[in-house]
């Protein structure tokens, strides 16, 4: 679930700039792309008027339409989607499912049904719009909601990418831990502060190195991201058929099933909502714009599914099997679960930790150097070093937390309930527009650089979801689908009270 | 050189699952498994950079 950049095809250069997060999974950019400059960085440059944003020359766009002989063919999507959506949080997602009670029915079920209803969302939406418009997520937020707005944005992007990475320093973290043996405390899914000085001391250490590596030698680490994918995917299966073979069983049915007398938190309807809306920031939140505008068919939104139902399929299933052995033979309780380092060493030796650090090592930095360009973005004056520093401090001090990586259903949850529902204001300016009667792209209609009818459909929604969700802990997940109509319907309603008046009018 | 590598890669992809099967069906020792498992993790990173594309 974090991004990453694989898959065979020529992707892969982390396309920092025109992306938004992805959710366990990184945002990646196709197509070349260097990482390491930001002067094209569609929020570097914005004038109050976008339209008059001067287009940019090289292969990335940010400001202008991705022109037909750029555009890619659909091997390079396969791919893309393939490897970013196996990551080192897939091995806490799936023991966190089962911690929560979830049967085998509802995993192998409500998986098929969200990730398919995930997928539908990145075909019918974000691959329509894509190809008709052919413009960054950002770039198109700017010519509706104006460049101030785009900037908010961009911050709460920003910390929500370094409190994920920092989920993803913790599990790296829990595999470099198990060679030093009890001398560092593993944290349980119970475990929200910090476990010991030696688990911060690891923690900083990792989260250091990262950091250094996102701010000089980017490039290495999204190539070992890339040639990793096809290995790791197959140690995720390799966790899931030694658990069987030492459970003595194939029969998923009976292997995974909530613990006798408990009260599952989780059913077929959780199973379903946390895996369609676990990256609705880039399905129904528009992120992915920015990677399927170079698609040339909307039908290369199917690729989606082979990360869905490679990565949030059969590696979560594989993943959940390690912690039912642990549940059923080492006498772990399920409600506090056992760290994915010590598992996925007991399962395959050192290749299955080396696939911890790497899944976890890949897919953070990308996270971190992203987070760098939308703090830059805030502060055009600030160094692109002095983002990316900013940015990994803040992920190694939330990795140090264990609470952002075991409490990661409800993270998720909350990332999608605050970034998807903008998403929708993307929508209606689309396909509905012209027909409520309202301004399309009324930022350039009227040069303005803050749409405060967007702000106000985006913060009503969800301040009250997430208020919700904080007074009676109702599960997050439930959340950015409602809150996404929610935001439509209401940026309809304001932008007639006070928008521009659409060009027939 | 090239060709080489993708058949050890390959090769290597094959060491990383096939094992586990085995294991499954009570035909290798969890020990072999581990081990064959580790040798494949350093035999993939070792030729795939000669012929996978991508990722810079």
Same mark, same amino acid.
Request: include cysteine; proline fraction near 5%; charge should be positive.
């Given at each position: 679930m974090v991004e990453r950049t694989k898959g065979e095809d020529a992707f892969i250069a982390l396309s920092v700039r025109t992306l938004g997060p992805r959710f366990v999974s990184i945002s990646?950019?196709?197509?070349g792309g260097a990482l390491d400059t930001v002067a094209g960085h569609p929020?570097? !440059?914005?004038?109050?008027d976008p339209s008059a944003a001067p287009a940019h020359s090289g292969d990335e766009f940010e400001r202008e339409p991705v022109p037909k002989n750029s555009l890619k063919g659909a091997s390079s999507f396969w791919g893309m989607y393939a490897g970013e959506h196996t990551a080192g949080t897939e091995f806490m997602i799936g023991p966190l499912f089962v911690a929560w009670g979830a049967s085998a029915f509802d995993l192998i079920f409500g998986l098929l049904l969200g990730n398919l209803m995930a997928v539908l969302c990145w075909r019918y939406l974000t691959a329509q719009i894509a190809t008709q418009k052919r413009l960054t997520l950002y770039f198109q937020l700017e010519r509706i909601t104006g460049r101030h707005l785009v900037t908010l944005y961009n911050l709460f992007n920003g910390v929500l990418f370094c409190f994920l990475a920092g989920a993803m320093v913790t599990v790296s973290a829990t595999a470099i831990g198990v060679p030093f043996g009890d001398s560092i405390r593993m944290p349980s899914f119970s475990d929200t502060m910090p476990t010991g000085a030696a688990w911060i001391l690891t923690c900083v250490v990792i989260g250091a190195a990262m950091t250094l590596v996102a701010i000089r030698? $980017?490039?290495?680490? =999204?190539?070992? /991201?890339?040639? *990793?994918? +096809?290995?790791?995917?197959?140690?995720?299966?390799?966790? /899931?058929?030694?658990?069987?073979?030492?459970?003595?069983?194939?029969?998923?049915?009976e292997l995974i099933k909530p613990a006798a007398g408990s009260t599952p938190k989780i059913g077929f309807w959780g199973i379903v909502a946390f895996s369609w809306f676990c990256n609705s920031a880039m399905h129904l939140g528009m992120s992915d714009l920015s990677v399927l505008r170079f698609a040339r068919k909307p039908s290369y939104g199917w690729a989606s599914a082979a990360g869905m139902y490679l990565g949030h399929y059969v590696a979560w299933?594989?993943?959940?099997?390690?912690?039912?052995?642990?549940?059923? !033979?080492?006498?772990v309780d399920p409600t506090k679960g056992a760290a994915p380092g010590p598992m996925v060493w007991d399962a395959v030796g050192?290749?299955?930790?080396?696939?911890?650090?790497?899944?976890?090592?890949?897919? =953070?930095? +990308?996270?971190?150097?992203?987070?760098?360009?939308?703090?830059?973005?805030?502060?055009?004056?600030? =160094?692109?070093?002095?983002?990316?520093?900013?940015?990994? =401090?803040?992920?190694?001090?939330? *990795?140090?937390? +264990?609470?952002?990586?075991?409490?990661?259903?409800?993270?998720?949850?909350?990332?999608?309930?605050?970034l998807a529902p903008i998403g929708a204001v993307i929508v209606v300016d689309h396909f509905l527009a012209d027909k409520v009667g309202i301004a399309k792209e009324p930022a350039v209609?009227?040069?303005?650089?803050?749409?405060t009818a967007v702000l106000l459909?985006?913060?009503?929604?969800?301040?009250?979801?997430?208020?919700?969700?904080?007074? $009676? !802990?109702f599960p997050a997940f439930f959340l950015p689908l409602p809150c996404w109509a929610a935001c439509g319907v209401l940026y309809i309603a304001f932008s007639k009270m006070m928008g521009p008046k659409p060009a027939t009018a | 050189?090239?060709?080489? %590598? &993708?058949?050890?890669?390959?090769?290597?992809?094959?060491? #990383?699952?096939?094992?586990?099967?085995?294991?499954? %069906?009570? %035909?290798?020792?969890?020990?072999? @498994? &581990?081990?064959? @498992?580790?040798?494949?993790?350093?035999?993939?990173?070792? #030729?795939?950079?000669?012929? @996978?594309?991508?990722?810079n």
């Open positions: 990646v950019f196709p197509f929020l570097m !440059e914005s004038p109050t030698g $980017y490039g290495f680490i =999204a190539r070992m /991201g890339h040639l *990793s994918a +096809p290995w790791m995917f197959l140690v995720f299966v390799a966790c /899931g058929v030694v658990m069987m073979a030492k459970l003595g069983s194939t029969n998923l049915f299933i594989s993943a959940a099997l390690l912690l039912v052995y642990w549940v059923r !033979e080492k006498g050192w290749a299955g930790l080396l696939c911890v650090v790497i899944a976890g090592w890949t897919t =953070a930095n +990308p996270t971190i150097y992203r987070a760098g360009l939308a703090f830059q973005g805030m502060f055009p004056k600030m =160094a692109r070093t002095t983002g990316t520093l900013l940015a990994g =401090a803040v992920c190694t001090i939330a *990795s140090i937390f +264990p609470a952002f990586a075991m409490k990661l259903l409800d993270f998720v949850g909350i990332y999608g309930t605050i209609r009227s040069g303005s650089v803050f749409n459909a985006w913060v009503i929604p969800v301040g009250i979801g997430l208020l919700i969700q904080q007074r $009676y !802990e | 050189m090239t060709q080489i %590598a &993708k058949v050890l890669g390959l090769l290597s992809l094959a060491g #990383t699952i096939v094992p586990p099967l085995l294991y499954l %069906a009570q %035909a290798m020792s969890e020990g072999a @498994m &581990k081990a064959i @498992m580790l040798v494949s993790a350093i035999l993939w990173f070792s #030729t795939a950079p000669f012929w @996978m594309k991508g990722g």
